[in-house]
């Protein structure tokens, strides 16, 4: 299953900061310092064996990350893991998250992030997650699809299709907002841990430092998000209406 960030989300559904407006999916690689290691000592951890001559060095064997994976984006390789979210619409929160390799396709991660406390029935993401087989999970779950569309060799997309892509950005380009927060205004997402389990408490942490930092921009914003239209907050917390 994916990860609730704890603590964060529960203090923001308490003070009324419920997940509205639809569900915005999207992953981010998270990077680790490279091991320079063999091709054969590579496919050997890819297998999930140990590389001949590392038994009897457990000191080599403790400094080497066997968990991380590479993977190409963009033509260029990166080594480390994926930062899979869900974040709402509305409030932009981390409402769930999963850790991975970094070779894990983005669409895979998808059933450990769709939840259906979200308000709206919205499902927005880049073209990597659409597929036959992602809309029909979808209808099944009673959401609707706002997964951009994406060209074909010889068939690229028609201007309409374009169109309803640029709509569809409006709203799932907010998601870049926590990466863009984590990597520009919270020290980087380079991860310093060696394997998947301290990786997964990292960027667990990361996500969680997030929201509280979201969660006290939003009480500054809106104190009582749940309270009546036209209410105000006295200083010590009590309502009366304006």
């Known amino acids: 299953m994916g990860w609730t960030p704890p603590g964060g989300i529960e203090c923001a559904m308490v003070a009324g900061y419920i997940a509205r407006g639809g569900q915005i999916l999207d992953a981010s690689i998270v990077p680790v310092p490279r ?29 080497k990350d066997t968990d991380a994976r590479w993977t190409k984006k963009h033509g260029k390789s990166h080594y480390g893991y994926k930062n899979h979210v869900n974040m709402d619409s509305k409030h932009k929160l981390v409402r769930r998250y999963h850790v991975s390799d970094a070779a894990l396709h983005d669409s895979q991660a998808v059933d450990r992030l769709l939840m259906r406390g979200n308000t709206g029935a919205g499902v927005w993401a880049d073209p990597a997650y659409r597929s036959e087989e992602m809309e029909a999970r979808l209808r099944a ?43 520009n205004d919270m020290g980087g997402t380079l991860v310093r841990t060696i394997g998947m389990v301290r990786a997964k408490a990292k960027i667990g942490m990361k996500n969680l430092a997030y929201n509280m930092r979201r969660l006290g921009q939003l009480r500054r914003l809106n104190p009582c998000p749940a309270c009546p239209r036209g209410a105000v907050i006295r200083p010590g917390g009590t309502k009366r209406r304006a």
């Open 141 to 183: 779950l009673k959401l609707k699809s706002h997964i951009h569309r994406k060209g074909k060799r010889g068939k690229p997309l028609i201007q309409q299709a374009k169109s309803s892509n640029r709509t569809k950005s409006s709203v799932r380009a907010r998601v870049e907002h926590i990466f863009g927060a984590q990597t």
């Open 35 to 63: 091991n320079h290691n063999t091709r054969v000592e590579n496919k050997a951890i890819k297998n999930g064996e140990v590389p001949e001559g590392w038994a009897d060095k457990p000191a080599k064997r403790s400094q």
